[in-house]
């Protein structure tokens, strides 16, 4: 292909998803140049044949959500705008969408579609009757399946969210990609033995409620086989829910051993979960997204990737793809079960990180999935 377009209204940042088929697009066209808003202060390296280009003053998400609709009716302008510059060029071959907003976006510039492929990825669904009426993201739901009827290929991270699209063209071929990480990535040597004594563990998302949190953190009042608990979470938090967790520490005396790791460059994420030694990859919410994260929840692959055994939710989305795995423990979430897992991960940890990686080089990495599809999407294009 000589040149892509990716258009996501989120920086690619925070959506590694997107960073991995970047990486992959890179090898196998001319050019790749990624729209995006403003949102992180840190950039992936990409190749030198990727041009990211940001649209609007940069802002943090969280603080976007603040913003007066008229400002962001502004930036989902510009966006528009850049996107229409770039996804008219002579060489352009595909225009990938990466969620609804982009997808609304290019809907408003359909007309340029001749000759050029159209891949509308899904990776979030949005629920327009959770959506303030006329914002930005009731109208990209509202006009998602209009708009769908103006694209050539359609993916989602996972088979479950297929009921979702009922409508979708039968003529359209559908792909089923995984959010596993790429090989391009995760690349850290991992480490074979735990240290001074320590097993860290780590959450790494948006960190809310839902994911045995407080849990965990009552249980770090305890030893396990001679081994201190250390809990690592890193993301996003509201002031709020890191208060609360603060204060739940405090009430054990456990405040030492809950450590806090902001939001940063994806490129710093495999270096500090490969630090690690057990993964948090609970999900007991209810929500739709919550309910299809097999195959779609990125961090439980990462953990994988970096040699972390994971301990997951008992409920039959994670068992039916995990299951079968070594180093997948699964828990109802409470202290009494989450000890007990951890208990059977320390017995054997050298095995289950090589196990977890090993299945990673193997089949649970992004390559694996999206390739196949590219060149599907590469031999239609003349």
């Known amino acids: 292909m000589k040149r892509v377009v990716v258009a996501i209204y989120i920086d690619p940042d925070f959506f590694p998803p997107t960073i991995n088929a970047i990486l992959n697009l890179a090898e196998h066209s001319e050019e790749v140049v990624v729209i995006s808003r403003n949102n992180s202060l840190g950039n992936y390296p990409y190749p030198s044949n990727v041009r990211l280009k940001k649209t609007g003053k940069q802002v943090s998400v969280r603080d976007s959500e603040k913003q007066p609709a008229w400002l962001k009716l ?67 739901s509202k006009y998602e399946a209009k708009a769908m009827k103006h694209i ?88 709020g829910y890191k208060l609360a967790l603060n204060t739940l520490a405090e009430k054990y005396n456990v405040a030492n051993k809950l450590i806090w790791k902001d939001i940063g460059p994806y490129y710093e994420l495999p270096a500090l979960t490969a630090s690690c030694d057990i ?13 299809a994260q097999g195959t779609a929840s990125n961090k439980i692959y990462e953990y994988a990737a970096s040699g972390l055994p994971v301990i997951l939710y008992n409920s039959s989305q994670f068992t039916q793809y995990l299951e079968k795995y070594d ?56």
């Not at 289950?352 to 294009?381: D, G, H, T």
Request: charged share 20%.
């Open 152 to 239: 050539d290929f359609f993916s989602l991270p996972s088979k479950e969210r297929l009921q979702y699209y009922k409508a979708v063209d039968a003529a359209i071929p559908v792909f089923v990609l995984p959010n596993y990480p790429s090989l391009k990535v995760y690349n850290q040597p991992v480490k074979n033995t735990t240290e001074n004594s320590k097993i860290k563990i780590i959450y790494q998302g948006f960190i809310g409620k839902g994911h045995a949190l407080e849990e965990c953190i009552e249980l770090l009042q305890e030893k396990i086989q001679g081994y201190e608990l250390n809990l690592v979470l890193k993301g996003s938090v509201t002031p």
């Open 279 to 291: 993964g948090i990859g609970i999900n007991m919410n209810n929500d739709i997204v919550s309910q």
């Open 327 to 382: 180093w997948a423990f699964f828990t109802d979430g409470s202290v009494k079960s989450l000890k007990e897992n951890i208990e059977a991960i320390v017995k054997d940890v050298p095995s289950l990180r090589e196990s977890a990686q090993l299945n990673f080089r193997q089949s649970l990495n992004f390559e694996k999935y999206f390739m196949p599809v590219l060149n599907i999407v590469s031999r239609s294009i003349t």
């Open 74 to 140: 502004l930036y989902f302008f510009q966006f528009t705008v850049s996107l229409l510059r770039e996804a008219k060029h002579t060489n352009t071959s595909l225009v990938l969408l990466y969620d609804p907003f982009a997808l609304f976006s290019f809907f408003m510039i359909r007309g340029i579609r001749r000759k050029r492929k159209v891949w509308y990825h899904n990776h979030d669904m949005p629920d327009k009757y959770m959506q303030r009426k006329y914002s930005l993201g009731y109208m990209a």
